[in-house]
Each structure stands twice: as C-alpha cells, then as structure tokens.
C-alpha cells in the first residue's frame, strides 16, 4: 500500500509545486500629489511710450502660459492612451507597463489546474498509476486557490521574442492585450521565470525542490529524467486606459509531463516507473 501512495505522490508533485508559481502581494504605494504653483508677474509701465512693448511682453507670456497647458494637456493625454497595434514590440511594452502599474492593486482572481492526461508507463507500477487518474486529478483540484497577484508580476519583462504574435485595441476606455508565448522546455533546474513562458505567466521554480514538498517521499534516481514542456501559452488582459492598470485577463497553458525513469523512496520500499506521461492545464483568471 505504501508503494502505491509513493507512486500516486510522483505523479502528483505537479500539483504541490504549481501553487508556488503565484507571487507575494506588495503593499500599495501611495504616492504624494504633487502641487502646481503658479507665479503671476504683474508688470505696469505708465508711459505711452512703453504701451507697445507690454503688449508684446504680454502676447509672449500668454503664449508661454497656453505652451505650458497644453504640455500638460498632452502629457495627460498620453498617459491615458489607449493602444491599437499587432506590433510585438510596442504591444508587448505597453503589457509590461500595466503589470508593474497593477503591482500591488491586482483584482482578486482565481488558478485551477485539471489533469489533462495520465499514462503510468510500462509495467505493473505503469499500470497502477494509470488506475489512480482520480487520485490525481483530486490533487490537482486541492491546489486550484484564489489569487492576489497578476501571473509572474515578480518576474523579468516579457521580451518581444517571446511571444509568436501580438494585438493590442482600444475601445477608448480600455485595450485589450492578446499574445501567444513561444513553447518552453524545462529540466530540473530551471526558475520559476526563466524562459518565455516563465516571463509572461511563471512555471515549475525548479522540480527538485517541488519533490522536496512530497513528505516521506524521496527520489534516490533520475531526477534528471524528468522533462517538461509548456505550449499553447496565452496571455489576454484587459488594461483601463486612465490608470494603466491590468483590470481582467487570463493567463493559461498546458505542461507536458514526461519522465523516461525515476525511481522512488519511501522509507524501505522503492517503485521505479518508466515512460511516464501526463499532462496539466493551469489557467489564472482575474
């Protein structure tokens, strides 16, 4: 019976390890308004003489002063504009601006994960994880949590090679952000945010120390064997214009499992299990 459970806790470790591809949430940042001052110079002449000269002087500071309101009128203007671009630079900026301006104001959202596929391999143990599907998608289903943070909103910037193509539009009020991320092949060491995918949604932070989260459960071989492969990864996310900030979206993608050897410990006993497959989808929605 113990082998039985180390083996279902193999296959499960996805799932343990996922719930860590979510981020701290930080402390909103309050930032002093700043007050605008405005220093009124009064010049009178009494002399009919120097009459030309004020209205010129006049004229100047009229226009100085209309100069200075409309940098400002732009300068807000800008602030707030919307974006309407396939573009994968311009759209994959205007995407990393909104996820830093968000830190901190995330909406509430929710992850799930849902086994998308099990094969146990070959052999009776192959055939043991099989009969467990359920076991597993239970597992899965355990760390499907809410969320406080926008999907990798700790990690580097989303790189314009990252993505295969990119949209980006506008009704006047919000933009619409839509890009599909290049696939990803990960081993055993690689961070939750290296590679394309880990930048725009996050993946594994590394599966030796997701098996360190198996209690009782160790792997004395073939950690090493373990591949992983994220593809179909999506990015939507809904940005208001007047704030810059990410107010809806969802980040998803697929992680192919696939372990060609491994043998596992759990006290006395031992299970090896070869040509394992499975797969997961994990989807963030806010």
Same mark, same amino acid.
């Given at each position: 019976?113990?082998?039985?459970?180390?083996?279902?806790?193999? /296959?499960?470790?996805?799932?343990?390890?996922?719930?860590?591809?979510? $981020?701290?949430?930080?402390?909103?940042?309050?930032?002093?308004? *700043?007050?605008? *001052?405005?220093?009124?110079?009064?010049?009178?002449?009494?002399?009919?003489?120097? @009459?030309?000269?004020?209205?010129?002087?006049?004229?100047?500071?009229?226009?100085?002063?209309?100069?200075?309101?409309?940098?400002?009128?732009?300068?807000?203007?800008?602030?707030?504009?919307?974006?309407?671009?396939?573009?994968?630079?311009?759209?994959?900026?205007?995407?990393?601006?909104?996820?830093?301006?968000?830190?901190?104001?995330?909406?509430?959202?929710?992850?799930?994960?849902?086994?998308?596929?099990?094969?146990?391999?070959?052999?009776?143990?192959?055939?043991?994880?099989?009969?467990?599907?359920?076991?597993?998608?239970?597992?899965?289903?355990?760390?499907?949590?809410?969320?406080?943070?926008?999907?990798?909103?700790?990690?580097?910037?989303?790189?314009?090679?990252?993505?295969?193509?990119?949209?980006?539009?506008?009704?006047?009020?919000?933009?619409?952000?839509?890009?599909?991320?290049?696939?990803?092949?990960?081993?055993?060491?690689?961070?939750?945010?290296?590679?394309?995918?880990?930048?725009?949604?996050?993946?594994?932070?590394?599966?030796?120390?997701?098996?360190?989260?198996?209690?009782?459960?160790?792997?004395?071989?073939?950690?090493?064997?373990?591949? /992983?492969?994220?593809?179909?990864?999506?990015?939507? @996310?809904?940005?208001?214009?007047? *704030? $810059?900030?990410?107010?809806? $979206?969802?980040?998803?993608?697929?992680?192919?499992?696939?372990?060609?050897?491994?043998? /596992?410990?759990? $006290?006395?006993?031992?299970?090896? /299990?070869?040509?394992?497959?499975? @797969?997961?989808?994990?989807?963030?929605?806010?």
């Amino acid at each position: 019976m113990k082998k039985i459970l180390a083996v279902i806790l193999a /296959l499960t470790f996805v799932a343990v390890c996922f719930a860590g591809c979510g $981020g701290k949430t930080e402390e909103p940042t309050t930032e002093a308004p *700043t007050e605008a *001052t405005t220093e009124e110079i009064v010049t009178e002449e009494a002399t009919s003489e120097d @009459a030309s000269a004020e209205d010129v002087t006049a004229e100047s500071t009229t226009g100085e002063v209309t100069s200075e309101e409309e940098t400002k009128e732009e300068e807000t203007t800008e602030a707030a504009k919307g974006l309407n671009s396939t573009d994968a630079e311009e759209v994959v900026a205007y995407y990393n601006a909104a996820r830093k301006a968000t830190e901190g104001h995330a909406p509430a959202g929710q992850q799930t994960m849902k086994l998308a596929a099990l094969d146990g391999g070959s052999g009776l143990v192959g055939n043991i994880v099989s009969a467990f599907e359920g076991i597993a998608k239970s597992a899965l289903e355990k760390n499907s949590t809410s969320t406080d943070y926008i999907p990798a909103h700790d990690h580097g910037d989303v790189k314009a090679s990252d993505v295969k193509n990119a949209k980006a539009t506008s009704d006047g009020k919000y933009t619409t952000i839509t890009f599909d991320v290049v696939d990803q092949s990960a081993s055993a060491s690689t961070k939750g945010g290296d590679g394309s995918v880990g930048r725009a949604i996050g993946v594994l932070d590394g599966i030796d120390s997701a098996l360190k989260e198996l209690s009782g459960v160790t792997v004395s071989d073939g950690i090493q064997n373990i591949k /992983l492969t994220y593809k179909n990864a999506k990015v939507t @996310a809904k940005i208001d214009e007047s *704030t $810059g900030r990410i107010v809806g $979206g969802t980040w998803q993608y697929r992680v192919d499992i696939n372990v060609s050897s491994i043998t /596992l410990k759990i $006290g006395i006993l031992s299970a090896t /299990l070869k040509n394992v497959y499975g @797969a997961v989808d994990y989807k963030v929605v806010i």
